[in-house]
């Protein structure tokens, strides 16, 4: 386990900006991850801006911000839950270069649930997710949101039972597109996937 809790803004419990030219990604498998530090913006317990960071059986909550965030890195998330967050489960943004390179991510096999706004928000052009057999349920806002250019591609998936908005929101030039699916429930009705 590790836990770090600071009143110091800013700070993450693991944190991970390396060259994008490195091509080998880091890992961490194994760890239940706790976070808090009082921001506004910015605020993960695991951050990626650049290079590529594998997760793999880890339990990851913040108190205060998104479990996992990118801000132009890259994160390869399997058999892990990322569950009570005060913000997303996991939040994937364009890095603040615009000629960046795109943040291409993946998460397979994990649970997405009971974060305080939308499980997986997905935000910006050249972001985007490949969501893999996971349980996405009793976030506050959406299940799976994408938005500003964002794309989302679900895969064998069950989005269902309390995600407070519903199971998937595309606006502002964002896309999911739901391959096939257990199950989607987007408020009223059940969706064939």
Same mark, same amino acid.
């Given at each position: 386990?590790?836990? /770090?809790?600071?009143?110091?803004?800013?700070?993450?419990?693991?944190?991970?900006?390396?060259?994008?030219?490195? $091509?080998?990604?880091? !890992?961490?498998?194994?760890?239940?991850? +706790? /976070?808090?530090?009082? !921001?506004?913006?910015?605020?993960?317990?695991?951050?990626?801006?650049?290079?590529?960071?594998?997760?793999? %059986?880890?339990?990851?909550?913040?108190?205060?911000?998104?479990?996992?965030?990118?801000?132009?890195?890259?994160?390869?998330?399997? +058999?892990?839950?990322?569950?009570?967050?005060?913000? /997303?489960?996991?939040?994937?943004?364009?890095?603040?270069?615009? %000629?960046?390179?795109?943040?291409?991510?993946?998460?397979?096999? !994990?649970?997405?649930?009971? $974060?305080?706004?939308?499980?997986?928000?997905?935000?910006?052009?050249?972001?985007?997710?490949?969501?893999?057999?996971?349980?996405?349920?009793?976030?506050?806002?959406?299940?799976?949101?994408?938005?500003?250019?964002?794309?989302?591609?679900?895969?064998?998936?069950?989005?269902?039972?309390?995600?407070?908005?519903?199971?998937?929101?595309?606006?502002?030039?964002?896309?999911?597109?739901?391959?096939?699916? %257990?199950?989607?429930?987007?408020?009223?009705?059940?969706?064939?996937?």
């Amino acid at each position: 386990t590790i836990i /770090h809790e600071t009143e110091a803004p800013y700070e993450s419990t693991i944190s991970l900006d390396i060259s994008p030219k490195d $091509n080998t990604p880091a !890992s961490i498998s194994g760890l239940k991850i +706790r /976070h808090s530090s009082p !921001s506004v913006a910015s605020n993960y317990a695991v951050r990626v801006d650049s290079g590529s960071l594998e997760i793999s %059986d880890c339990d990851i909550s913040s108190t205060t911000g998104s479990a996992i965030g990118t801000e132009g890195g890259l994160v390869y998330v399997s +058999r892990s839950v990322l569950s009570s967050a005060k913000r /997303h489960g996991i939040a994937l943004f364009p890095p603040l270069d615009p %000629d960046g390179p795109p943040v291409l991510s993946e998460i397979s096999d !994990s649970v997405i649930a009971s $974060n305080g706004l939308s499980g997986i928000s997905v935000r910006g052009d050249n972001v985007e997710v490949k969501v893999t057999r996971c349980i996405v349920e009793g976030n506050q806002q959406y299940g799976i949101s994408a938005t500003g250019g964002g794309f989302a591609e679900v895969d064998s998936c069950t989005i269902v039972r309390g995600n407070g908005k519903g199971s998937l929101l595309k606006e502002l030039g964002g896309a999911v597109v739901v391959r096939t699916s %257990d199950k989607i429930f987007c408020k009223r009705k059940p969706v064939d996937g």
